[in-house]
């Protein structure tokens, strides 16, 4: 059995183990600067990414994540509320986003928004600087510490009801550490500032000493709350570890630890009817068990983790690997432990014997039938087989109870067979698509009818079906209860016409499924239909958060809006922080609504300001010059009475070139720097256009031109002016010339010029200019010029 102890560390009596829940672990996020929440028995995963708001840059929107236990992404989306100050999830895995304003938005499993609440005005008024998500008999509750550093409390989120805990005398900063307790099905703060400790209920604030600690604590600096409320444990400023009761009645030990400073996180790493209390805290990447015990457990991770206590363990999340650390349960160690001679190990060993057909098997079996201990080693392997994760050592350990049990006479056969069953349970619970991995002790605590709701709310309702019908669950229990979550709807789906279909959803009250029905359908008309119903049934708040998760019907809305109500598409897009499509926004306003100057130009401002927000440069830049040529447009339509408004700057200097204001056009060109080539071209063309050739012909003299003279040339000949196209043949770079002189139709001089360059191509295209009737002699002279290119 050296290979199972091998991931055995020794704490005093008895043995912790850490081992990988997943070998094949996809979350890849680091969690250094991540919100994460991680709902207890194997519950799913959040992560707030750039969600600290420690180092949360303001640049950066924050990425809601949601796994499964087994790493699987669930869902992942841009966060577009505010700023998070904590995340935590619900008894009916339900995520929780408190933010800093003490709104509480509710999130489900796959991340689809559904409601909001607030935790009052004077949360609100005074921001939330801490919170806490935390279970009750009544369900979830929710307790929040205002920057006025009071407590507000609600103990059903489903029944709000706020409650706020008496003032903490002399608090005039945060407390150093606090948590929330249950007891009596009440609940209650216990908080350290400096080294006074308090409980805080509904009605008091009680001052209280943990008992069997020394004068030399100053402060304590961390508390953990065992997973059943029974139990608290504080970390001192002098690196004491007090542990006792959370009624602060018993210690049960003090540890040295050697840390002074207080760890990252500090959590207890029970075992149901454990004697050996236990807490786990992490110091940089160094994770060390302490206890009762004088010995301590360090484990070096080579990342940031986030620890989960368990009913008997803790999980253990990374970036890499998903862990589960818990005490080895008394069968698996009687059996396991080298050496050991508990029944449960013989029993094992007479197993293995048997399967290689050793005689060994009987004097093992001898060995336990002589101390009457036969029955003990049955029940010792069925036990260590549902506390064991692996399937082969479950297999193992049962074939060998089945074995034993031969030789029992009056064995009950259902401690076995509903352990078999249960494992089965557990394992198909474990697989990576379904990702709950479940210990026997956490499953059991859990019950079997909430393990179905768990599988009902993640969708797998086949898995549940099985399930209900493998564990021969009653109808009532089993069945009717995933036919209230599922039939309800399922039948609908017999309904092939989709507009009967979702109409019927909507008189359900099944909103959200009716609009992913209608979606699903590609019928607009539908999806306007169930927007518009939930617009009317929704506050404002709640309807704009659901379209958010629903890309199709976000779309059709704001095209819906864009016509009828852009009003509310710019609240759409400031809720969004979408800059880029408010600076759009502003631009269509000012073009379509607005009708004054004053108007449109502080439109465009507003653009440019919703752009440069955007980080989109050049739509600020482009917009800033389109205000500078609104204004100079405007100016001269007033000193003018010609219409220069809205036309685009190309037309703009075209129209003052043919209305002469070359003076207007030239500074147009400098000051909104057009490219050389393209105003002598705008140029040339109005001059053109208007038969202003002695201004066409100064112009060309004015400078170098930047487009060569062959545009002069051909601009004149589409004018018909061929005499004033000779004019700038000569100018025209030689490789032009040519075709200069055929647009001019002077074909001699374009003979010379190819001739001169020695060019038969051109030579030819001249020829095929040619008529014989009107061009005979210049025919002759192409073929002299061509023969004698031959000849050389």
């Known amino acids: 059995m050296a290979f199972v102890t091998a991931s055995w560390n020794p704490f005093g009596d008895v043995f912790y183990r850490k081992f990988n829940l997943y070998s094949d672990w996809k979350m890849k996020e680091d969690l250094s ?29 924050p990425i809601m994540e949601i796994y499964s236990s087994s790493g699987n992404r669930i869902v992942s989306l841009p966060w577009k509320s505010g700023q998070v100050v904590h995340i935590g999830w619900t008894t009916n895995e339900d995520l929780l986003c408190i933010q800093d304003d003490g709104t509480v938005l509710i ?26 998500v935390f279970p009750t008999a009544y369900g979830s509750g929710v307790v929040i510490l205002t920057g006025a550093f009071r407590f507000t409390l609600a103990t059903n989120i489903d029944d709000l009801k706020l409650r706020r805990f008496p003032e903490v005398p002399g608090l005039l900063r945060p407390p150093t550490c606090w948590a929330v307790l249950m007891q009596d099905r009440q609940p209650k703060i216990v908080l350290a500032t400096g080294k006074d400790v308090y409980v805080l209920d509904n009605a008091s604030c009680t001052s209280v000493i943990p008992p069997g600690l020394g004068p030399q604590v100053c402060g304590f600096t961390q508390i953990a709350v065992s997973f059943n409320y029974k139990k608290l444990a504080l970390f001192t400023d002098a690196g004491n570890i007090w542990m006792g009761s959370s009624s602060f ?17 500090f959590v207890w790493c029970d075992r149901p009817k454990s004697d050996n209390p236990t807490v786990v805290g992490i110091w940089d990447k160094l994770l060390v068990i302490t206890g009762k015990t004088k010995e301590t457990i360090k ?46 190990a013989l029993l094992l060993e007479a197993h293995k014997e048997y399967e290689k057909e050793s005689q060994k098997a009987d004097e093992y079996l001898r060995e336990i039938k002589e101390q009457n201990l036969l029955f003990e080693a049955v029940q010792q392997c069925i036990e260590a087989a ?13 074939r060998a109870a089945s074995f034993g049990k031969c030789f029992i006479s009056n064995f009950p056969p259902d401690t076995f067979v509903k352990m078999a069953r249960d494992l089965r349970v557990l394992n198909a619970m474990r697989d990576y698509i379904v990702g709950i991995p479940l210990t026997y002790p956490q499953y059991k605590q859990l019950t079997i009818e909430i393990l179905i709701d768990r599988l009902i ?20 229990q089993g069945a009717s209860r995933i036919l209230a979550h599922w039939a309800c709807y399922k039948l609908l789906e017999y309904e092939p016409r989709s507009g009967e279909q979702v109409p019927l959803l909507l008189k359900m009250k099944r909103s959200q499924l009716a609009l992913l029905k209608a979606i699903e359908s590609g019928d607009s008309d539908l999806v306007y239909t169930v927007v518009t119903y939930l617009k009317n049934e929704m506050n404002r708040g709640d309807f704009f958060m659901t379209l958010q998760n629903q890309p199709v019907a976000l779309s059709l809305y704001r095209q819906f809006c864009k016509h009828q109500e852009p009003e509310t598409l710019k609240d759409l897009f400031n809720q969004d922080d979408n800059h880029q499509e408010l600076g759009n926004f502003y631009v269509r306003s000012s073009y379509s609504n607005e009708t004054t100057i004053e108007g449109r130009v502080a439109a465009l401002q507003s653009a440019v300001d919703e ?37 685009s700057l190309h037309d703009t200097v075209q129209a ?36 202003d050739w002695e201004e066409l012909e100064k112009f060309s003299k004015s400078k170098k031109s930047p487009i060569g003279y062959m545009p002069f040339v051909e601009i004149c000949v589409k004018h018909r002016n061929k005499y004033e196209a000779k004019k700038y043949v000569a100018k025209v770079s030689p490789e032009q010339k040519v075709k200069g002189y055929i647009m001019v139709g002077d074909l001699e001089q374009a003979v010379e010029t190819a001739t001169e360059r020695k060019n038969e191509n051109e030579l030819n295209i001249i020829l095929s200019k040619c008529t014989a009737a009107t061009d005979q002699s210049i025919v002759e002279k192409i073929n002299r010029a061509k023969a004698q290119i031959l000849k050389k």
Not at 36 to 45: D, M, N, V
Not at 306 to 331: C, K, T
Not at 457 to 476: G, T, V
Not at 618 to 641: D, H, M, N
């Open 386 to 398: 549902g506390n064991e994760y692996e399937p082969e050592m479950q297999k193992s350990l049962l």
């Open 107 to 132: 999130h489900d499993i796959f991340g689809t928004f559904k409601r909001h609440f607030s935790m009052g005005n004077e949360v609100l008024q005074n921001r939330v600087v801490d919170a806490k």
């Open 611 to 647: 752009y440069n927000k955007a980080k989109n440069e050049f739509a600020a830049k482009i917009t800033e010059e389109q205000i500078k040529l609104l204004r100079y447009q405007f100016r001269l339509q007033k000193e003018s009475g010609k219409t220069y408004l809205d036309l």
């Open 457 to 476: 709310l993640r969708r797998l309702y086949p898995l549940a079906i099985r399930i209900c019908k493998y564990m021969k669950i009653s109808e009532l």
């Open 249 to 265: 009645k018993d210690k049960l030990c003090v540890v040295e630890t050697n840390f002074k400073t207080a760890p990252k996180q």
């Open 33 to 61: 600067n991540c919100l994460i929440a991680a709902a207890p028995y194997a519950g799913p995963i959040a992560l707030m990414i750039n969600g600290s708001h420690k180092e949360r840059s303001p640049s950066l929107r």
């Open 299 to 344: 484990f070096y991770q080579d990342e940031d983790v986030h620890l989960v206590p368990e009913i008997d363990g803790v999980r253990i999340i990374s970036s890499s690997n998903h862990e589960f650390l818990h005490e080895v349960p008394p069968a698996c160690q009687d059996i396991f432990k080298i050496a050991s001679m508990a029944p449960g």
């Open 656 to 691: 003052l070139l043919l209305d002469s204001k070359h003076k207007q056009a030239e500074q147009l060109y400098k000051d909104f720097k057009i490219p050389d080539k393209r105003f002598w071209w705008l140029k040339i063309s109005a001059l053109a256009e208007k038969q």
